[in-house]
T-cell receptor, first 113, second 112 residues
Framework: AQSVSQHNHHVILSEAASLELGCNYS??????LFWYVQYPGQHLQLLLK??????LVKGIKGFEAEFIKSKFSFNLRKPSVQWSDTAEYFC???????????FGRGTSLIVHP | KAGVTQTPRYLIKTRGQQVTLSCSPI?????VSWYQQTPGQGLQFLFE???????NKGNFPGRFSGRQFSNSRSEMNVSTLELGDSALYLC???????????FGPGTRLLVL
């Protein structure tokens, strides 16, 4: 069965620090990859997605992610976080002809002002 | 376009009761998926409906069921509620063939 691992469950950073959240998946075929964000009290929003092409994907709010096929990874990065980035971040992977993405357990990010 | 809407937003029930949650997808989206979100477990897939038919199903007991209407609106039902059913239930809609899922605000269910 396909699985998605987000190794960092809780991350605490100060403003202006750099961020990298890990995401690894188990499926070896063609995949679609997503990062979603859930701000406190708000619904899940799409940050960025990768379907094909340039493996470095840029999303909203200065986030980017890099698809490394050989490492089965799709890590999320931001060079300088802000207090407003405090949220829960979910990685999701879709593959194997399934329409349904598998989600990781999420990473809770707290940014101190 | 209006986003995905879910009603009600909050619900308190007692064990043994049943509950029905509703989801209206983005206009034009025919695929509706349901997820259960709990702290530490992330999003667990319940089921997906397309054109009034259940197309995919997750690993949840038969107490969890759903349906989709001809206008793509969907409902999910949980019978004989248990304490462990307390969670945020999310609905997501997408176009077909499915591209990106767009999520609603969720229904927070508390079972006492």
């Amino acid at each position: 069965a396909q699985s998605v691992s987000q190794h960092n469950h809780h991350v605490i950073l100060s403003e202006a620090a750099s961020l990298e959240l890990g995401c690894n998946y188990s499926y070896g075929g063609t995949v679609n990859l997503f990062w979603y964000v859930q701000y406190p009290g708000q619904h899940l929003q799409l940050l960025l997605k990768y379907f094909s092409g340039d493996p470095l994907v840029k999303g909203i709010k200065g986030f980017e992610a890099e698809f490394i096929k050989s490492k089965f990874s799709f890590n999320l990065r931001k060079p300088s976080v802000q207090w407003s980035d405090t949220a829960e971040y979910f990685c999701a992977v879709r593959g194997g002809g399934s329409y349904i993405p598998t989600f990781g357990r999420g990473t809770s990010l707290i940014v101190h002002p | 376009k209006a986003g995905v809407t879910q009603t009600p937003r909050y619900l308190i029930k007692t064990r043994g009761q049943q509950v029905t949650l509703s989801c209206s997808p983005i206009s034009g989206h025919r695929s509706v998926s349901w997820y259960q979100q709990t702290p530490g477990q992330g999003l667990q897939f319940l089921f997906e409906y397309f054109s009034e038919t259940q197309r995919n199903k997750g690993n949840f007991p038969g107490r969890f069921s759903g349906r989709q209407f001809s206008n793509s609106r969907s409902e999910m039902n949980v019978s004989t509620l248990e304490l462990g059913d307390s969670a945020l239930y999310l609905c997501a809609s997408s176009s077909d063939p499915p591209e990106t899922q767009y999520f609603g605000p969720g229904t927070r269910l508390l079972v006492l």
